[in-house]
């Protein structure tokens, strides 16, 4: 197969050779063989091709300037690249993605012709907008040029330890060991703070020799609370070390009442959670509450070791563990989670408190996730008492809200119950719902496009016609970002997609917030994108072999591989359906395939019948319940029976939120809410073709198809490895 870049390159030639026998928009010819000539380093082929470019391509004159530039600059034609750069024009600087570059050029330009003064200004200007640590790396060369070398110091520092696996640090690197030696006692000491942020970052990457290395180096040249810091970090190896070994090096330490000392608590917690010392960890929280009490260690603590007793279904432990953390601590996301645990504890004992914390959940966390959660049982509530008229308005505001959601889907359906749907409404049923301050919700359908988005949408097709589909993805995002309509320009960027599964991760990353929206508040296309169905004929056959509902088998899909045909999980699970290779024989055996290979599973038709089939296997083991079968499906049937033993639960939801694992919870909870989307979208609706374009005034033809690209499936966490609640 192809390497994408090979067949770009191929592609941008064929291109070339229509466009010159006049068959693709004026200019485009040129401008794609200027860009040719450019990645080629022929530089002077690149300068006459977007010369001539320029005269016929208006629309595209911030590319073909800022390439004009960089090929004058890289054949030694600084002044050249100057004029260029002027042309490309200062006004576009914040309305192009190339603007940052374009920026960077000119301050590096104006640097080789020794004006350190002018790059200096341009740099300042635009520094927001800057890539780094380049941003940083040449402002500090300008400083550096002119003589002032404590300001030069200060901005290497900031590449050398914000940046560590940077080429850029390496760089800074030098330059800093040249600075100490001319400035002397005059050198600027780095805050500890950025020193500390290198052996941060060695860690996210997940370096974990590099960061203990940084920590023990920094711990010996630091002091204060930097360097109480840096020792703790030296032993909080986690993740790479012996966790005995470390409880021992974090007893050892002892500082004074300093935030260090707040978190060499929190990873002594942490090592005696991981050692199953409950004794030793309660100890460890109790010190934390004595001497720290308002730490951001503390609540991490609070809820690690919560969690620790959720997944035991300790209630008498992990319900004072998360009623202090939402107690002591001002609103946020992990608040807000603390707080859900114990108020569903009270919901599913009945406890009197129940209906008042599901309203102060509501009420303290309106944009949380978790509030549709509580508003679903807080309509149970008023159902159980017979209180119509509240529940309807409970459910209402829940369907408003959250209408994709599965307690959304719920809720509809609860509405159209006769006591319910004919509950008249009451001066006080439920009347302070309207006080509480829920996220808005836009209604996307009459947005025209505005005088941005159309040029962004013009500007990405005639790149995608010169054979640059991603510039063109690049160009619209860009507009996405800053000026441009969010939704319509997803859409444009999904059209840029042929697969299923790019254009879906396209749109979830530039709307995250449609699951907010109301399917009547958007266009069609923009939910067919989100929702797509590409393989729907052999999907829908598979299931109604197998006798399960298409939709439910379509939202599994679109949760497990995203509908990419190609999909491989950590856990080995493969294509659509993301089996593994020993269920997919176990499947092909019991539906009369012939010899099987695991490779098989990458073929839709296949992965489509045997994911059909073992569904089915599934649901059957689970006597038809759904939420028990996905939770089974994702997390293995023995944690289900075991979850199942915690409560007598009275309906499907209350089994699926008592789920401790937050990723299994989600799962089922997507899936159902995927197959009522799915069905809302395309029950009783033959297939369709394609949605149209955006309607913009423009002679540019759509984008043309880019390569398809294997992509690995999304689900970050195996069967086998589930990530704590």
């Given at each position: 197969?192809?390497?994408?870049g090979c ?9 070339l ?100 003064t ?13 890539p ?38 390496v ?17 600027p000491?780095?805050?500890s ?6 052996g941060?970052?060695w ?52 500082f ?30 109790d ?13 991490k ?18 319900t ?48 949380d996730?978790?509030?549709?959660s ?27 809200v ?8 719920l ?30 919700r ?65 749109m ?26 590409p ?9 109604k ?19 990419n ?25 019991s ?19 045997l ?66 989307v ?48």
């Amino acid at each position: 197969m192809m390497k994408t870049g090979c067949w770009a390159q191929a592609f941008r030639a064929a291109l070339l050779s229509i466009a010159l026998a006049g068959l693709c928009p004026a200019g485009t010819a040129e401008f794609t063989a200027g860009i040719q000539a450019y990645t080629e380093k022929d530089y002077p082929s690149a300068i006459r091709h977007l010369t001539a470019a320029a005269r016929d391509t208006p629309l595209l004159s911030d590319y073909i300037y800022f390439h004009l530039a960089s090929a004058r600059d890289l054949s030694n034609d600084p002044a050249g690249a100057q004029r260029e750069l002027q042309r490309f024009g200062t006004e576009k600087t914040t309305l192009s993605p190339l603007g940052a570059k374009a920026a960077l050029l000119n301050a590096q330009t104006l640097l080789q012709t020794h004006d350190a003064t002018g790059a200096i200004k341009i740099l300042r200007e635009y520094y927001e907008g800057l890539p780094q640590p380049e941003g940083d790396l040449l402002l500090a060369q300008c400083y550096e040029a002119r003589e002032e070398r404590v300001q030069a110091a200060a901005l290497y520092q900031r590449v050398y330890f914000f940046k560590p696996a940077t080429q850029a640090a390496v760089g800074a690197a030098g330059a800093l060991e040249r600075l100490k030696a001319q400035l002397g006692k005059d050198y600027p000491p780095p805050p500890s703070e950025e020193m500390l942020t290198r052996g941060d970052t060695w860690l996210a990457l997940k370096s974990y020799a590099k960061a203990k290395a940084e920590f023990q180096s920094l711990a010996s040249q630091l002091t204060g609370l930097g360097r109480e810091q840096a020792h703790v970090r030296a032993a909080a190896d986690l993740l790479a070390g012996d966790t005995r070994t470390c409880r021992a090096n974090f007893e050892k330490l002892h500082f004074d009442r300093s935030e260090a000392d707040a978190e060499r608590l929190y990873y002594l917690s942490e090592c005696n959670r991981k050692l199953n010392d409950d004794a030793a960890m309660n100890g460890t929280l109790d010190t934390l509450a004595k001497r720290f009490p308002e730490s951001r260690w503390r609540l991490k603590a609070l809820i690690a070791a919560g969690n620790h007793y959720l997944l035991t279904h300790d209630a008498a432990r992990y319900t004072p563990l998360y009623t202090a953390a939402y107690q002591k601590f001002p609103p946020d996301q992990d608040t807000a989670y603390a707080h859900w645990k114990v108020t569903w504890d009270a919901y599913l004992k009945s406890a009197p408190q129940a209906r008042t914390l599901l309203e102060e959940q509501i009420r303290k966390y309106p944009g949380d996730t978790r509030a549709a959660s509580a508003l679903y049982f807080l309509g149970r509530l008023a159902e159980q008492a017979k209180e119509y008229p509240a529940a309807r308005e409970t459910y209402s505001t829940l369907l408003r809200v959250f209408p994709n959601y599965y307690y959304g889907v719920l809720a509809e359906a609860k509405l159209a119950e006769k006591q319910i749907a004919s509950a008249e409404a009451m001066a006080d049923s439920a009347q302070w719902l309207s006080t509480v301050d829920f996220p808005s919700r836009p209604d996307l359908n009459n947005e025209a496009p505005n005088a941005a988005t159309k040029a962004h949408i013009e500007r990405a097709r005639l790149l995608s016609a010169a054979g640059f589909p991603e510039w063109a993805q690049a160009e619209l995002r860009f507009g996405a970002e800053t000026d441009g309509q969010k939704h319509l320009l997803a859409i444009e960027v999904a059209r840029e997609d042929p697969t299923p599964a790019l254009a879906l991760r396209h749109m979830k990353g530039l709307t995250p917030e449609y699951l907010s929206l109301p399917l009547r508040n958007a266009p069609r296309e923009f939910w067919r994108y989100l929702f797509p169905l590409p393989y729907r004929e052999p999907l829908t056959a598979s299931a109604k072999a197998q006798g399960i509902d298409p939709y439910l088998l379509a939202g599994l899909i679109r949760q497990e591989s995203e509908f990419n045909p190609g999909a491989v999980s950590r856990a080995n699970a493969l294509g659509l359906t993301q089996l593994i290779p020993g269920t997919g024989r176990m499947m092909a055996h019991s539906q009369g395939f012939g010899p099987f290979s695991s490779g098989m599973l990458f073929q839709p038709e296949v992965s489509l019948r045997l994911g059909a089939a073992y569904l089915k296997t599934q649901i059957s083991t689970w006597n038809g319940n759904l939420e028990q079968t996905l939770a089974a499906y994702n997390a293995g049937p023995g944690r289900v029976r075991e979850w199942l033993t915690w409560a007598n639960y009275r309906e499907p939801a209350e089994f699926v939120e008592s789920i401790p694992f937050t990723e299994t919870r989600e799962y089922v909870l997507a899936v159902l809410r995927n197959a009522s989307v799915y069905r809302r979208l395309y029950a009783g609706k033959p297939d369709e073709p394609e949605p149209k374009h955006v309607a913009v005034t423009s002679a540019i033809p759509p984008a043309h198809a880019a390569p398809l690209r294997k992509v690995r499936a999304t689900r970050t966490v195996s069967r086998r490895k589930q990530s704590r609640a």
